[in-house]
């Protein structure tokens, strides 16, 4: 037992060091900019200043490393949504049932058609034709940015599924127009051969039970961004046909979030989503240098307007039209819900990003339309603002 002396002057606690107080202070933020996904904009915000502050230094920078983070790092992000899309959509996963993606894939096909008629309207009305090839960047919906938003208003509801379906079909459909970057008139028997023999070992370490993820990525994907390169294929999708090869299991309401296990293969995958921000991070900083007094223009409206407002208002009347012929909207949703969805799903931002340097040398076209794609972040404000105007979950009370 304590004596009276020792309750009365109890030992003084030492103060942590400086340099542990620093360590943990460092390592809060750190987790904090994971955790919200916050660095990508973190890098945009960097490259910007420093494209109008210092433009000589950033662009020695950032044009001989942006190959190897566009053509390569950005093979992890891809391969990292495909490993979500693919449990999500198994049996028992959060998008596992024609009721809840045949109206979200309505709404994609909206809001594909409001976005890009709207964007093709302004560049014609306005003699700037020489835009209309950026036409596929206003159907980018940045799925990570969307995600969040709809977590902070409807956390593990029915949105969360229906909008990340929605983005899914919606990138889709951009991926496979912007994939081939280099069309070739006849197939390289080189390329097909190394992907027919990655997806082969792909297939033979999965009926050997391999359960650690790095064979697969070191040797199959390896020889599929080869194949993909040779066969003028854009490599950062090379990691796509491998992925459903690795094991899975049913994710439900909250995409990136780790099953609650130790299996082997999701912890490299928790490893890799760590890296994969840190990618993001280096993408937003060698692609979102713009200098702003002559980086925008009408491409930059254009674009934002299409994102802003033509997507959402397609996603709406093809949401009502889908309702109309006797489909259903998902449970806990209505059309409330629809709406916050809608101008969720406006931000472009990672997948606009990734699409303009896939599409677009560097040039003004590109730098209007890189502007255009960062200032369509403000849909995520609009989606939360729309929230609390409708009284949305959190909102409700």
Same mark, same amino acid.
């Given at each position: 037992?304590?004596?009276?002396?020792?309750?009365?002057?109890?030992?003084?606690?030492?103060?942590?060091?400086?340099?542990?107080?620093?360590?943990?202070?460092?390592?809060?933020?750190?987790?904090?900019?994971?955790?919200?996904?916050l660095l990508l904009p973190l890098g945009a915000v960097i490259a910007l200043v420093w494209a109008n502050t210092a433009p000589e230094s950033y662009?020695?920078?950032?044009?001989?490393?942006?190959?190897?983070?566009?053509?390569?790092?950005?093979?992890?992000?891809?391969?990292?949504?495909?490993?979500?899309?693919?449990?999500?959509?198994?049996?028992?996963?959060?998008?596992?049932?024609?009721?809840?993606?045949?109206?979200?894939?309505?709404?994609?096909?909206?809001?594909i058609v409001g976005a890009a008629g709207v964007f093709v309207a302004i560049v014609h009305y306005r003699y700037e034709t020489m835009l209309t090839?950026?036409?596929?960047?206003?159907?980018?919906?940045?799925?990570?940015?969307?995600?969040?938003?709809?977590?902070?208003?409807?956390?593990?509801?029915?949105?969360?599924?229906?909008?990340?379906?929605?983005?899914?079909?919606?990138?889709?459909?951009?991926?496979?127009?912007?994939?081939?970057?280099?069309?070739?008139?006849? !197939?390289?028997?080189?390329?097909?051969?190394?992907?027919?023999?990655?997806?082969?070992?792909?297939?033979?370490?999965?009926?050997?039970?391999?359960?650690?993820?790095?064979?697969?990525?070191?040797?199959?994907?390896?020889?599929?961004?080869?194949?993909?390169?040779?066969?003028?294929?854009?490599?950062?999708?090379?990691?796509?046909?491998?992925?459903?090869?690795?094991?899975?299991?049913?994710?439900?309401?909250?995409?990136?979030?780790?099953?609650?296990?130790?299996?082997?293969?999701?912890?490299?995958?928790?490893?890799?989503?760590?890296?994969?921000?840190?990618?993001?991070?280096?993408?937003?900083?060698?692609?979102?240098?713009?200098?702003?007094?002559?980086?925008?223009?009408?491409?930059?409206?254009?674009?934002?307007?299409?994102?802003?407002?033509?997507?959402?208002?397609?996603?709406?009347?093809?949401?009502?039209?889908?309702?109309?012929?006797?489909?259903?909207?998902?449970?806990?949703?209505?059309?409330?819900?629809?709406?916050?969805?809608?101008?969720?799903?406006?931000?472009?931002?990672?997948?606009?990003?990734?699409?303009?340097?896939?599409?677009? !040398?560097?040039?003004?076209?590109? !730098?209007?339309?890189?502007?255009?794609?960062?200032?369509?972040?403000?849909?995520?404000?609009?989606?939360?603002?729309?929230?609390?105007?409708?009284?949305?979950?959190?909102?409700?009370?």
């Amino acid at each position: 037992m304590r004596s009276h002396a020792a309750a009365a002057h109890p030992l003084p606690r030492h103060p942590l060091p400086r340099h542990h107080t620093r360590r943990k202070g460092g390592h809060y933020v750190f987790a904090m900019l994971i955790g919200r996904f916050l660095l990508l904009p973190l890098g945009a915000v960097i490259a910007l200043v420093w494209a109008n502050t210092a433009p000589e230094s950033y662009f020695g920078f950032s044009v001989p490393v942006r190959f190897f983070v566009n053509e390569i790092g950005m093979a992890l992000f891809f391969a990292l949504i495909t490993q979500e899309i693919v449990e999500a959509l198994m049996p028992g996963g959060a998008l596992h049932s024609w009721r809840r993606w045949s109206v979200a894939l309505a709404g994609a096909v909206g809001g594909i058609v409001g976005a890009a008629g709207v964007f093709v309207a302004i560049v014609h009305y306005r003699y700037e034709t020489m835009l209309t090839t950026g036409w596929p960047i206003v159907c980018a919906i940045d799925i990570a940015a969307a995600y969040y938003t709809l977590k902070t208003m409807l956390p593990r509801s029915g949105a969360l599924p229906f909008a990340l379906l929605l983005g899914i079909a919606t990138d889709a459909f951009g991926i496979l127009v912007i994939a081939p970057r280099h069309p070739v008139l006849s !197939s390289h028997a080189g390329g097909v051969t190394l992907l027919v023999l990655a997806l082969g070992l792909a297939a033979l370490l999965r009926m050997m039970k391999v359960r650690v993820f790095w064979p697969y990525l070191g040797v199959c994907g390896a020889l599929a961004w080869v194949a993909f390169y040779w066969e003028g294929l854009h490599p950062a999708f090379a990691l796509v046909p491998i992925v459903p090869f690795l094991r899975h299991e049913p994710r439900r309401l909250d995409l990136f979030a780790d099953p609650p296990d130790d299996d082997a293969v999701h912890h490299f995958e928790h490893e890799w989503n760590t890296a994969v921000q840190l990618i993001l991070f280096l993408f937003g900083l060698v692609n979102a240098g713009v200098q702003l007094p002559g980086g925008y223009d009408t491409g930059t409206w254009a674009l934002l307007v299409a994102a802003l407002v033509g997507r959402p208002l397609g996603i709406l009347v093809a949401v009502g039209a889908a309702v109309a012929v006797g489909l259903h909207l998902p449970r806990q949703i209505g059309w409330r819900e629809i709406v916050v969805i809608a101008l969720a799903s406006s931000t472009g931002f990672t997948i606009a990003l990734f699409f303009a340097t896939g599409i677009l !040398s560097n040039g003004p076209v590109l !730098s209007q339309l890189t502007v255009g794609a960062l200032a369509t972040s403000v849909g995520a404000l609009l989606a939360l603002g729309a929230g609390r105007l409708l009284r949305v979950g959190r909102f409700a009370s």
